[in-house]
């Protein structure tokens, strides 16, 4: 394994580490502290996404990527996207 791979295998790491994160506040609440943590799962989400945006930034500064931080615009034209989709599951019952 290379550097670049090493850095993407972290990168994986931290998008599963995120996408954990939000699975615990879903089933627990954000404002939960699990036993023994100092961190409520809102603020752990924090701490992953920092994480991931940092070793995005790594790969983006040796440019293995480019990088990633949306601009306004981009950030606008996602929301839109969502709020398309969240119609459609209003739509069908899924989203209330």
């Keep these: ?14 998008c599963a580490e995120v996408s954990q994160r939000v699975s615990k506040a879903l089933r627990f609440g954000l404002a939960e502290v699990q036993p023994g943590q100092p961190l409520s799962n809102a603020d752990r989400i924090l701490e992953e996404l920092r994480d991931l945006f940092a070793v995005a930034n790594i790969l983006a500064s040796e440019g293995v990527i480019g990088w990633c931080l949306p601009d306004r615009m981009e950030v606008h034209a996602k929301l839109d996207k969502i709020e398309k989709f969240m119609a459609i599951s209003r739509d069908q019952g899924v989203l209330l």
């Excluded at 394994?1 to 931290?14: I, V």
Aim: charged share 35%; aromatic share 0%.
């Design 1 to 14: 394994m290379n550097r670049e791979e090493h850095l993407l295998t972290c990168l994986a790491e931290e």
